[in-house]
């Protein structure tokens, strides 16, 4: 964590048009818990998703667009689950037991880490006043627990305000990319941080999940850096031609 705090924000506050945020970009876990796991597992994607904090480094320092980035693992605490989600510390994930988050003391999980995360992602958002948000997320190419393809190199998803994510599929597919739309995951069940910060405000945004392959690289998140940071400023321009 930087200073107690479990986010870090990088790039200067006040107006933009655009902000990202990265709620599983870390694998940390704070010397006072004891997950109960290998500890080889904190670098697969069931405790980070891998690439993304390069990704939004690079967005905010190269591309002018303010960043906000979890610095605790998703094993600790999940950001993105509500604070009602059994999930938001999880005690399973992809098929591994987290037996050290059995009986975990929960509202100290959320007062120590969900809950500041969040009023500071909100406080930013207000300094910022982005007119499109960034929700960034990377999916693994196969999954321990089941089987099933997964070619999609990036993908959007959403819940009910899909404005702007129709604009990225068709600009992500231009670029000769397999682009999913809700896949693997869909944003109708799966949407807690931009249900929160977004819909609720009527702030358009772009939730994107890369697959992990693409930016486990520094070559690919710089790659991936540029491709987002023009997509995501096509998309505010369709957006705001309407």
């Known amino acids: 964590m930087i200073d107690g705090k479990p986010f870090r924000q ?29 500890n080889a597992l904190l670098d697969e994607h069931i405790a980070i998703d891998i690439g ?19 610095c ?12 009602d989600e059994l999930a938001v510390v999880p005690t399973e994930s992809d098929g591994y037991l987290i037996p050290g988050n059995i009986g975990a003391n929960l509202e100290n999980r ?6 500041p995360y969040h009023s500071a992602l909100a406080q930013f958002i207000d300094e910022v006043s982005p007119r499109l948000l960034l929700a960034l997320h990377s999916f693994t190419p196969t999954l321990a627990a089941r089987e099933e393809e997964r070619p999609w ?10 404005r702007a994510a129709r604009h990225a599929i068709r ?14 995951y869909s944003g109708k069940q799966l949407n807690a941080t931009m249900d929160r910060h977004a819909e609720e405000r009527g702030i358009p945004y ?10 486990a690289s520094e070559a690919g998140q710089a790659r991936w850096a540029s491709l987002i940071a023009d997509v995501a400023g096509r998309t505010l321009l369709a957006l705001e031609s309407q």
């Open 10 to 38: 990088v790039g200067q506050a006040g107006p933009h048009g655009l902000l990202c945020l990265a709620d599983h970009a870390s694998n940390f876990v704070p010397e006072d818990i004891d997950l109960g796991i290998d």
């Open 206 to 215: 772009l939730t994107i999940e890369v697959r992990q392959d693409q930016i």
């Open 171 to 184: 600009l992500f597919a231009e670029q000769g990319l397999t682009v999913g739309d809700n896949q693997p």
């Open 110 to 115: 959320l007062a120590t880490y969900h809950r």
């Open 52 to 70: 993304v904090e390069g990704v939004a480094d690079r967005l905010a320092r190269r591309h002018g667009i303010p960043a906000h980035i979890a």
């Open 72 to 83: 605790v693992s998703r094993l600790v605490c999940d950001f993105h689950r509500r604070e």
């Open 153 to 162: 190199e990036v993908a959007l998803l959403y819940n009910q305000d899909d």
